[in-house]
């Protein structure tokens, strides 16, 4: 397949065109400013230089973001109108992708990080691999230094990217040699791999959407809505209820309880567990902690995943630590991924803060059945438990 490959997300006007595995011709401008002046100068230049005529493209590919909220639009916009024009298909490829495909090492784990500005660094991780970037940990995201800090995966990693020496480094830890850009050729790996075995006859794929992560500077005035809530009736069960605990437990995580996980672990002094009942008397999610002398901890939060980002978790959580409160306890302590950044937000609305880390905490999941065991460290939170 002939590609042509486009990226303006940083801080350079990049178009290449790539014939198979080569890359024919790389045109790149460097700065971050007037790309959309400069972008299809550049692809004109490469198109020349390669000697062919952009009908004869058989794909386009163009970074998404995360970056520059302008340069994510002028790459894309610009992607769209030349698939629409030589009806040639489109993938959009992530910044972090590009970037970690470069960088990778065999039995490192890789992580891109790009400078957001404002102490802040857009990240992905991808687990080690014994060859090319393996499989990523969690989304691209946008974290303040000191929380990207706290969630670096440990064990042997390569950074890379512009924001990588704003992070704390250790001795297990390198900075990748190489460009703070994509390159074309990693744009091409990237732009194969979203293809996959797709053909020039295939059906064409929708068109990418933009990764901006962080809104714009700039917006117009808007109504602000109010954020979409469940009421729930938070209720008390107990081992009678291991059949539908253990049901939700499942819907929620890949290796959730079965009943008789679920009564061993409700049989634990000081064990207790809320359960949450949505409007129409169905379950809807639950709660776990349990009281040893004047300290709580939060065995497990679930909600089923079709209620999610309705306030039920938040809920739970509220109520867990009001019942820790009435059986005497005056803190209340959880862990959590590093990679669960949600769980995390969630918590850290709820009071609670970083206290310690445990290395490899949590057991992952395998990529295939004969793949090594892989970890991942937890955090360790607590809060103080207001006491009426």
Not at 232 to 252: C, K, N, Y
Not at 266 to 281: N, R, S, T, Y
Not at 285 to 306: K, N
Request: charge should be neutral; charged fraction near 20%.
């Amino acid at each position: 397949m002939k590609w042509l490959l486009l990226d303006t997300a940083l801080e350079d006007c990049l178009a290449a065109i790539a014939d198979g595995d080569a890359i024919l011709v790389e045109q790149r401008g460097v700065g971050g400013k007037g790309h959309a002046e400069r972008l299809l100068p550049t692809i004109e230049a490469a198109r020349l230089a390669a000697g062919i005529e952009l009908k004869a493209l058989d794909a386009i590919a163009v970074t998404i973001g995360p970056g520059s909220f302008t340069g994510i639009r002028t790459a894309l916009s610009v992607a769209r109108g030349l698939s629409l024009a030589l009806r040639k298909p489109l993938w959009g490829v992530t910044t972090t992708q590009a970037l970690g495909l470069q960088a990778a090492q065999a039995g490192r784990a890789t992580v891109a990080a790009i400078d957001a500005r404002r102490g802040e660094v857009y990240l992905q991780a991808f687990a080690a691999s014994a060859a090319g970037l393996g499989k990523e940990l969690w989304p691209a995201c946008i974290l303040p230094l000191e929380q990207a800090e706290e969630i670096l995966p440990s064990g042997p990693l390569t950074l890379v990217g512009s924001g990588a020496a704003l992070l704390r480094q250790g001795v297990d830890r390198v900075i990748a040699a190489c460009p703070a850009q994509p390159t074309a050729a990693s744009l091409l790996r990237a732009a194969q791999q979203a293809a996959g075995p797709w053909q020039p006859n295939d059906a064409v794929p929708p068109p990418p959407k933009p990764l901006y992560i962080r809104p714009p500077d700039a917006a117009l005035p808007r109504v602000v809505q109010p954020a979409a809530s469940l009421a729930v009736t938070i209720q008390p069960a107990d081992a009678s209820h291991a059949a539908v605990l253990s049901a939700m437990h499942r819907e929620g995580f890949h290796d959730g309880w079965s009943e008789a996980a679920l009564r061993d672990l409700l049989g634990m002094p000081g064990a207790f567990v809320l359960l949450a009942i949505d409007p129409a008397g169905q379950p809807a999610g639950f709660a776990m902690g349990r009281v040893a002398a004047d300290e709580a901890e939060v065995i497990t939060i679930t909600v089923r995943p079709r209620l999610r980002q309705l306030g039920i978790g938040a809920a739970l959580l509220k109520a867990l630590a009001a019942e820790a409160g009435l059986r005497g306890a005056g803190s209340l302590f959880l862990e959590v991924a590093v990679s669960n950044l949600a769980a995390q937000a969630l918590y850290r609305a709820g009071g609670f803060q970083k206290v310690g880390r445990r290395k490899d905490y949590y057991q992952l999941e395998r990529i295939s059945p004969d793949a090594p065991l892989r970890f991942e460290d937890g955090l360790v939170m607590r809060v103080e438990i207001r006491k009426s």
